[in-house]
């Protein structure tokens, strides 16, 4: 079901010639739309949503640069907003049988990825959706709806660390694998997925201080207490077990132990376990030299200086 190149648009194919381009990390180039770094083939997804997405009041999407921990956020959100039709039943519990990408899904990567245009009016409130589509070229309708916005920021070590296997482990067989240090000089360029890390993280922290009723920025591995206070926990919930059975059920060894997550397919044709890695905060250092994490700490710190987002 994978999105074949004669399925890309006329507008999309249009459009690339006319874009900046440099080497990609998983398909072979990026091209540079509205200052991010996309796919081809994805761009043909965040055109498609770009014109046809018409977002609810009631919508919430979970935001995040690719490998922050959309995963893990998407499994919590999903179990937050069902937590009432599954209380009595956690043997049903969707989470147990289908990926996290299936149940929340991306726009620009699922639901608009193809030529065909879905119809989810019909979806029941709140709708979760999911998208990597830096805050400047979210679909109009999502800025002006109303809905709301959870972005998930990680530290970008553990984020460059965790791209940097994904994509090789996404890449094909004759490509074979890309050196890290190839890819820390792009990542340090902004040359990422929906990169730069830097201008997507600063995009939504400003719009979670301009409309902190609408956006929220959490920083991975420091939430704010129990996720989070747009779905408020009765009191009998924080008595009962509740959060903890979420806080469990979402955690990274709970989910990568589901046959579903270990060696399931998402309908989209990836293979669930790549989501799935370890899971753990600090792991650049295994990876990384000193001097190659201090690169990144000195790119970031220069490019959001004084935006105020700090781990
Ligand atoms: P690592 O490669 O560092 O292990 P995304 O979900 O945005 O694609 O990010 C993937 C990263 O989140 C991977 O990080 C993956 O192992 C980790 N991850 C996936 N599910 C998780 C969970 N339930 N809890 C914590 N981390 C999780």
Not at 52 to 64: P, Y
Not at 70 to 96: E, V
Request: charged share 25%; with cysteine; proline share 7%.
């Amino acid at each position: 079901k994978y999105l074949r190149e004669d399925d890309i648009s006329q507008k999309c194919r249009d459009l690339l010639p006319s874009l900046p381009h440099e080497k990609g990390w998983i398909t072979p180039s990026l091209h540079q739309y509205q200052g991010f770094w996309v796919a081809p083939k994805l761009l043909n997804g965040v055109l498609a949503c770009q014109d046809n997405f018409q977002a609810q009041k009631t919508d919430i999407f979970i935001i995040t640069a690719p490998k922050s921990g959309t995963t893990w956020l998407k499994a919590i959100l999903f179990c937050l907003s069902n937590r009432a039709k599954y209380s009595g039943s956690m043997q049903q519990h969707p989470l147990l049988t289908q990926s996290p990408h299936d149940l929340v899904p991306f726009l620009e990567l699922k639901l608009y990825f193809g030529q065909e245009i879905p119809n989810l009016t019909s979806l029941p409130p709140p709708r979760l959706f999911a998208t990597h589509v830096p805050y400047q070229s979210l679909p109009q309708s999502v800025k002006d709806s109303g809905c709301k916005l959870v972005y998930l920021y990680r530290n970008p070590k553990d984020t460059f660390v965790s791209l940097w296997h994904f994509a090789n482990k996404l890449r094909s067989k004759e490509t074979g694998g890309m050196p890290l240090g190839e890819c820390l000089d792009a990542f340090c360029k902004g040359v990422s997925p929906f990169g730069p890390y830097w201008d997507h993280a600063e995009g939504y922290h400003k719009m979670s201080l301009e409309m902190p009723d609408r956006v929220r920025l959490e920083v991975r591995g420091h939430e704010r207490g129990p996720p989070w206070s747009w779905c408020p926990f009765a009191e009998e919930e924080l008595r009962d077990g509740t959060v903890d059975g979420i806080v469990r059920m979402c955690s990274f060894d709970s989910l990568s132990m589901l046959e579903v997550n270990k060696s399931g397919k998402l309908s989209t044709g990836q293979e669930t376990k790549s989501y799935f890695r370890k899971g753990e905060v600090g792991d650049w250092m295994n990876y990384m030299s000193v001097e190659m994490g201090e690169r990144i700490d000195r790119v970031m710190q220069e490019k959001m200086h004084g935006s105020g987002l700090k781990l």
